[in-house]
């Protein structure tokens, strides 16, 4: 089925090393990886890159919702850590040889290789020369959704391949990266060990103490899961909490006025560094998401005159991270990537640039058109319930502001999706797959709340996304309990209950971004005697060619930024004929269009000229730097 629209200055830091450039690592062979060897059962600790003055290694925690070693069959009803990805990569690439590739592009912080997937058809031409997607998960650590629907869309294609005809097409014709975890050392940290951070794992100080990583979070009750911490007051204090009335299984916490409480609740977690805060300054906290060359501004506090913007977690400067570094080197030298999804947890929402503006003030019409079709197209598949913009729509999702003041929009700063459209000029979205637990009113009562999120998980039958009250010790306090909401597999992802739900819904509107890529094709040729002249004979050759994809071979924008060269058609001859193009007259005697647009055929005709008789063979090509690569042959008759 073919799809339609219904509307038609990187600083000099590219200079950082990163190991081998992307092309290169294209190879037969496949990478080494790590692999976990769970024989002889978990290890005990698990080592997080980096040097810091808080502790870099944490005890394992075995998360029952995670698969560690790669079994027979891969389902997604369990989350897969980056070992078991790569695997299933590497089996894949055995037993689809002929339309899958596994290669390195690069290597996390921690000196990690960085896997990557191309699946294509190679015998109907090379990946360079199709119109390309590029479909991106695990950038920040504890936002694993991602990955997971990354690989289940490669799951899906390859093996749909030869047996859908939709899929079948797509991958004949086009080009699908696939990158599932481009941040193995935080989403290793993630599903290993009971901590989590933003994204990178490079040591950082977070709250301006001069010490690295000094305050991490504490597992105080060796289960593996960071929750609250519940108990009964001391002499002289007073209570905050009781056990909310209206669930009758005692687990949710009602907050009170202070001293018409008999719970105390807090979270679990203590002073490490003893500043007066508590896990104030974990391992990393670099914001990969906001690493992007386009709009990028210094770390908090970094800006000299205390008057300008800067933005949180942005690194020490643009791609100062390996991993966003190797992702913008993958798509500069690849520009026929046309579309994208660079995804994270837990908005739902089909989430785009602008990140400093809104669309009509900074984004070509026509180009902001084709977006808001795809925001469209989106929510009608994932059935999410934002899309638009992040400096306004995303800001002003949910209800307005209760003092009646006035819906504004709030900046962000080196953002994928304004480097993939201001930069890349392409279709870059940087989606937002789980609801974060907002389930919505369940229960019927007016309001969605912690009870709503209760029933949710008891008709799941889930009974770890609250973790149950247990007894424990606290440092600090004594005897107390530990429970609540599971922070990583309830609140910051879904259960695994759900979990394919969400990433097979997200994986299909990518592949609905894939199956709108622009696509040439040359429908004839159609040569006509045009009588002759003082040298020879002449015939007017006449192509007609078609973009029969969904979107045009090229937004204005990236136009306007010369990421991509005009299409251009050329006719060619061997090297042995006599053959002159005579119109178009200039040099090169190419024509060139600025763009093709899919709104039906198109001719353009060339005059050329024989001398001698014979009969003389062609070819006509057309060439896209994100339409592909199209041709047909022709033959100039005897005379």
Same mark, same amino acid.
């Given at each position: 089925m073919v799809r339609r629209l219904l509307i038609l200055p990187l600083l000099a830091l590219l200079t950082a090393p990163l190991a081998t450039p992307a092309s290169a690592q294209m190879m037969d062979d496949p990478p080494p990886i790590p692999r976990m060897d769970m024989e002889d059962g978990p290890p005990r600790y698990w080592t997080v890159p980096g040097t810091r003055h808080g502790e870099s290694f944490f005890p394992f925690a075995l998360h029952p919702e995670v698969e560690y070693e790669a079994g027979d069959e891969l389902t997604f009803d369990t989350y897969h850590t980056a070992e078991v990805m790569w695997e299933w990569m590497l089996r894949w690439a055995d037993r689809y040889p002929d339309i899958l590739e596994v290669y390195q592009v690069g290597e996390s912080f921690g000196g990690v290789p960085i896997l990557q997937a191309t699946i294509?058809?190679?015998?109907?031409?090379?990946?360079?020369?199709?119109?390309?997607?590029?479909?991106?998960?695990?950038?920040?650590?504890?936002?694993?959704?991602?990955?997971?629907?990354?690989?289940?869309?490669?799951?899906?294609?390859?093996?749909?391949?030869?047996?859908?005809?939709? +899929?079948?097409?797509? +991958?004949?014709?086009?080009? +699908?990266?696939?990158?599932?975890?481009?941040? @193995?050392?935080?989403?290793?940290?993630?599903?290993?060990?009971?901590?989590?951070?933003?994204?990178?794992?490079? *040591?950082?100080?977070?709250?301006?103490?001069?010490?690295? %990583?000094?305050?991490?979070?504490?597992?105080?009750?060796?289960?593996?899961?960071?929750? %609250?911490?519940?108990?009964?007051?001391?002499?002289?204090?007073?209570?905050?909490?009781?056990?909310? @009335?209206?669930? *009758?299984?005692?687990?949710?916490?009602?907050?009170?006025?202070?001293?018409?409480?008999?719970?105390?609740?807090?979270?679990?977690?203590?002073?490490?560094?003893? %500043?007066?805060?508590?896990?104030?300054?974990?391992?990393?906290?670099?914001?990969?998401?906001?690493?992007? @060359?386009?709009?990028?501004?210094? %770390?908090?506090?970094?800006?000299?005159?205390?008057?300008?913007?800067?933005?949180?977690?942005?690194?020490?400067?643009?791609?100062?991270e390996p991993e966003t570094r190797s992702v913008v080197l993958w798509v500069l030298e690849h520009p026929n990537v046309a579309v994208a999804n660079s995804m994270d947890t837990r908005v739902p929402m089909h989430l785009r640039g602008p990140s400093t503006s809104r669309g009509e003030e900074s984004m070509f019409p026509e180009d902001l058109a084709i977006y808001e079709y795809f925001d469209s197209l989106g929510v009608s598949i994932t059935d999410y319930p934002w899309a638009g913009d992040t400096f306004y729509d995303y800001r002003n999702r949910g209800d307005a502001p209760s003092d009646g003041s006035p819906r504004e929009g709030s900046p962000l700063f080196g953002h994928g999706p304004d480097f993939g459209y201001f930069y890349l000029g392409a279709v870059w979205y940087g989606d937002e797959l789980w609801d974060g637990g907002r389930v919505g009113d369940l229960n019927g009562d007016g309001e969605e709340d912690a009870l709503d999120r209760l029933q949710f998980l008891d008709e799941l039958g889930n009974e770890r996304g609250f973790m149950p009250w247990t007894p424990g010790w606290h440092p600090e306090h004594g005897e107390v309990e530990y429970g609540g909401f599971h922070p990583k597999f309830f609140s910051q992802n879904g259960p695994p209950e759900v979990l394919e739900r969400w990433a097979r819904n997200q994986a299909l509107f990518n592949l609905e971004l894939a199956l709108h890529l622009p696509e040439l094709t040359i429908h004839d040729v159609a040569v006509e005697e045009a009588g002759s002249d003082d040298e020879g004979r002449l015939f007017d050759v006449t192509v007609e060619y078609e973009n029969i994809g969904g979107i045009p071979t090229t937004l204005k924008q990236a136009r306007l930024v010369k990421i991509v060269r005009p299409d251009q058609l050329d006719l060619e001859f061997g090297d042995d004929t006599d053959v002159e193009v005579v119109d178009p007259t200039y040099r090169d005697k190419t024509m060139y269009f600025e763009t093709t647009a899919p709104d039906g055929p198109k001719t353009a005709t060339f005059r050329v000229r024989v001398n001698g008789d014979g009969a003389v063979d062609g070819e006509a090509v057309l060439a896209s730097t994100r339409g592909g690569v199209a041709s047909a042959g022709f033959t100039l008759p005897a005379g």
């Open positions: 294509t058809n190679r015998s109907t031409g090379a990946h360079t020369d199709k119109p390309a997607a590029f479909f991106e998960g695990g950038r920040h650590s504890g936002e694993v959704t991602s990955s997971e629907s990354v690989l289940w869309l490669m799951q899906h294609l390859l093996e749909n391949y030869g047996q859908d005809e939709e +899929i079948t097409r797509l +991958i004949d014709t086009k080009t +699908i990266y696939l990158r599932p975890q481009n941040n @193995p050392d935080g989403g290793s940290m993630y599903l290993k060990t009971a901590q989590t951070n933003r994204s990178s794992v490079r *040591p950082i100080d977070n709250d301006g103490d001069g010490l690295l %990583d000094e305050d991490p979070a504490n597992d105080l009750n060796g289960d593996g899961v960071i929750t %609250d911490v519940r108990r009964r007051p001391g002499p002289g204090e007073e209570g905050t909490h009781i056990v909310d @009335p209206r669930d *009758p299984s005692g687990r949710l916490m009602q907050r009170v006025e202070t001293g018409e409480g008999d719970w105390i609740v807090f979270d679990e977690e203590i002073d490490d560094d003893g %500043d007066g805060r508590a896990d104030e300054d974990g391992v990393g906290g670099l914001d990969l998401h906001r690493n992007y @060359p386009e709009n990028w501004r210094p %770390d908090s506090g970094r800006d000299r005159t205390g008057r300008g913007y800067t933005q949180f977690g942005a690194g020490a400067y643009p791609l100062s």
